[in-house]
């Protein structure tokens, strides 16, 4: 199914970027993001955590292409408590009247969570809200995709593969309420299947020098089938400093 649903964008795609294409659009924007966030607490207790944030986006003509990857290491008097990573690539070509075609692969590893591998396919459509206001942007997505998930169970890799075909949903917005600061918030449902789940991030960006900024996130995920003996949400707050280039 998902096959066939790449298939029929990419003919879109192909046909759209033949009729509305502008030689004078046809330029290689390339930016990029690179974050870096933790702790450190010593005497009564050991501990220490690592986030890490890397983003990286290039646009040509009417194609937005972005790359994000995201690592998150605990560890809690010498013992690993947390070892996350997710990666997102993600392609959009933009259409006439605000619409959008969109394709996006993932990567997840969360072990402490009962996820020893998980690859995402998701292909859809999305509408650019607001395109006329400088401080506002809203993305709205509905999509089809598939989730393919390495469970562990009491720390061994169950033999069984999950496969979860399902509806994507999402809201994407960001607000500019100063020329240094920005309030960021996505919404990300996946509905459907046998393992639905709801994906929440709120972030704020404070400019602080140059290219340097401040960001302080909130971001939780919720499964309705969580892994044995796992609570059905995690969350987290984090604080990164920045530099964008």
């Known amino acids: ?31 990029g993001l690179i974050q870096l966030g933790g702790d450190r ?8 955590s690592l986030s890490s ?9 009417n194609w937005v292409t972005d790359f994000t990857f995201h690592s998150s290491q605990k560890k809690e008097s010498g013992t690993l408590t947390e070892d996350k990573y997710e990666s997102i690539l993600k392609s ?18 969360d072990s402490f969570s009962g996820v020893y591998a998980e690859k995402m396919y998701i292909a859809g459509f999305g509408y650019h809200a607001f395109m ?3 401080a506002y942007s809203l993305d709205i997505e509905i999509g089809y995709g598939e989730r393919v998930t390495k469970k562990l169970i009491d720390g061994v890799l169950r033999a069984k593969v999950d496969y979860d075909p399902g509806t994507h949903i999402a809201l994407i917005s960001q607000y500019n309420f100063t020329d240094d600061d920005a309030l960021k918030a996505s919404i990300t449902a ?17 400019k602080l020098f140059d290219a340097f900024h401040l960001d302080v996130s909130y971001e939780s995920l919720t499964l309705s089938k969580p892994s044995v003996n796992k609570v059905s949400t995690d969350a987290t707050t984090i604080f990164k400093i920045g530099y964008t280039f």
């Open 1 to 31: 199914m998902i096959i066939r649903i790449t298939v029929l964008i990419l003919s879109l795609v192909g046909f759209v970027s033949t009729a509305y294409s502008d030689e004078s659009k046809l330029e290689n924007n390339f930016s």
């Open 41 to 48: 607490s010593q005497g009564n207790s050991d501990n220490r």
């Open 53 to 61: 944030n890397f983003e990286l986006g290039h646009s040509y003509g």
């Open 92 to 109: 959009i070509y933009n259409l006439p009247k605000h619409y959008y075609t969109f394709i996006q692969l993932g990567y997840r590893e």
């Open 132 to 134: 006329n206001k400088d």
């Open 190 to 206: 996946e509905i459907g299947n046998d393992d639905d789940f709801l994906k929440r991030k709120f972030s704020w960006v404070h």
